[in-house]
């Protein structure tokens, strides 16, 4: 059903999205096995933090600048293939300095490579530069600053990103307020790991326009109202939610109730590879275990684009799109 229908994709990290192909092409020595054992999770893992383990992998095969190029545009394939209209791709600089290059060059690398991808697949898309919650002060300003610096390009955001579990927000409340001085645009891992407190505590120091995750947030009656009021947008990612065991099984999972409840949220993969998804997968995956239709796949896409970090130029192109192609 929803085979050709076009899609957008606001919750997708780059470094958890190689395919075999192109990490085939970086590492040639990656056999096909180790390739599905370590950079591919389990539909099971132990929590966040030992799903967040898989990425190292993907990582490691972004340090040179030809790296971060190949990987970039191995995704604008994979985008194109999964019918992604527009997407919002997101990585922390900061881990990619291992073999030399400079915070500038990474993004610089990334953020060419994605105007590359563009001319070529047709996909529209932006970049979100993410601080990580085990990273210093330091760290996390080093990463809003990059922002800063690279605005008005593809660049069109910050996000906190990690282990929301084991480490606290503190070092990270000076970047975010920072950004809302300057007038970034923010979202925020949160109510992943943690219930609702998490997001509370998100939304209070953070003040981000998206939540990545947030799903936890429907256990608590006051935080849904909130979100409601606020237009805060959910970036919700079902497969993702399944491994890191915010729930024990896709039938538990409570994207159908929050979205009855009214909120805004879209559909998303978080880690192409890592959850071993693609968006078409996923919007599968609802509509079996929750009966979805046509009609709840376009209400997500017009809300994601709604909550996108882009021109109003953008988002009425992408909606006519998805107008035409949802109401047909
Ligand atoms: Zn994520």
């Given at each position: 059903?929803?085979?050709?229908?076009?899609?957008?994709?606001?919750?997708?990290?780059?470094?958890?999205?190689?395919?075999?192909?192109?990490?085939?092409?970086?590492?040639?020595?990656?056999?096909?096995?180790?390739?599905?054992?370590?950079?591919?999770?389990?539909?099971?893992?132990?929590?966040l933090a030992d799903y967040i383990e898989r990425a190292i992998s993907g990582v490691k095969l972004m340090q040179t600048k030809e790296q971060l190029k190949l990987v970039t545009l191995d995704l604008f394939?994979?985008?194109?293939?999964?019918?992604?209209?527009?997407?919002?791709?997101?990585?922390?600089?900061?881990?990619?300095?291992?073999?030399?290059?400079?915070?500038?060059?990474?993004?610089?690398?990334?953020?060419?490579?994605?105007?590359?991808?563009?001319?070529?697949?047709?996909?529209?898309?932006?970049?979100?530069?993410?601080?990580?919650?085990?990273?210093?002060?330091?760290?996390?300003?080093?990463?809003?600053?990059?922002?800063?610096?690279?605005?008005?390009?593809?660049?069109?955001?910050?996000?906190?990103?990690?282990?929301?579990?084991?480490?606290?927000?503190?070092?990270?409340?000076?970047?975010?307020?920072?950004?809302?001085?300057?007038?970034?645009?923010?979202?925020?891992?949160?109510g992943e790991a943690k219930g609702p407190e998490s997001v509370w505590e998100t939304l209070t120091n953070l003040y981000p326009k998206r939540i990545g995750h947030g799903v936890r947030s429907y256990e608590?009656?006051?935080?849904?109202?909130?979100?409601?009021?606020?237009?805060?947008?959910?970036?919700?990612?079902?497969?993702?939610?399944?491994?890191?065991?915010?729930?024990?099984?896709?039938?538990?999972?409570?994207?159908?109730?929050?979205?009855?409840?009214?909120?805004?949220?879209?559909?998303?993969?978080?880690?192409?590879?890592?959850?071993?998804?693609?968006?078409?997968?996923?919007?599968?995956?609802?509509?079996?275990?929750?009966?979805?239709?046509?009609?709840?796949?376009?209400?997500?896409?017009?809300?994601?684009?709604?909550?996108?970090?882009?021109?109003?130029?953008?988002?009425?192109?992408?909606?006519?799109?998805?107008?035409?192609?949802?109401?047909?």
């Amino acid at each position: 059903m929803s085979n050709t229908l076009p899609k957008i994709e606001l919750h997708l990290h780059l470094d958890c999205s190689l395919s075999y192909d192109i990490v085939k092409k970086i590492a040639p020595n990656i056999t096909e096995n180790v390739y599905k054992a370590s950079f591919i999770a389990p539909p099971k893992c132990t929590d966040l933090a030992d799903y967040i383990e898989r990425a190292i992998s993907g990582v490691k095969l972004m340090q040179t600048k030809e790296q971060l190029k190949l990987v970039t545009l191995d995704l604008f394939d994979q985008l194109k293939k999964d019918n992604v209209i527009y997407a919002e791709i997101r990585f922390a600089p900061l881990i990619h300095l291992d073999k030399g290059l400079t915070p500038e060059e990474v993004v610089e690398t990334v953020n060419d490579a994605m105007t590359i991808g563009m001319e070529t697949s047709g996909v529209k898309a932006g970049l979100i530069l993410c601080t990580l919650r085990h990273f210093s002060e330091e760290q996390s300003m080093r990463t809003i600053k990059l922002v800063e610096q690279f605005k008005g390009t593809n660049v069109v955001g910050f996000d906190i990103a990690a282990d929301e579990a084991g480490f606290p927000i503190a070092n990270h409340v000076t970047a975010f307020q920072r950004a809302k001085r300057k007038n970034i645009s923010c979202t925020a891992h949160a109510g992943e790991a943690k219930g609702p407190e998490s997001v509370w505590e998100t939304l209070t120091n953070l003040y981000p326009k998206r939540i990545g995750h947030g799903v936890r947030s429907y256990e608590d009656k006051n935080l849904v109202n909130f979100l409601k009021e606020k237009n805060i947008h959910l970036e919700v990612c079902p497969t993702s939610n399944i491994q890191t065991n915010v729930y024990d099984r896709l039938e538990d999972h409570k994207i159908n109730e929050v979205y009855n409840e009214g909120l805004s949220i879209s559909v998303n993969t978080d880690a192409r590879t890592i959850s071993n998804t693609t968006l078409e997968n996923e919007y599968t995956i609802l509509k079996d275990k929750f009966g979805w239709t046509k009609m709840h796949f376009f209400k997500c896409n017009m809300e994601a684009i709604d909550h996108a970090f882009t021109s109003n130029e953008i988002k009425a192109e992408i909606k006519s799109k998805l107008i035409e192609a949802y109401q047909k």
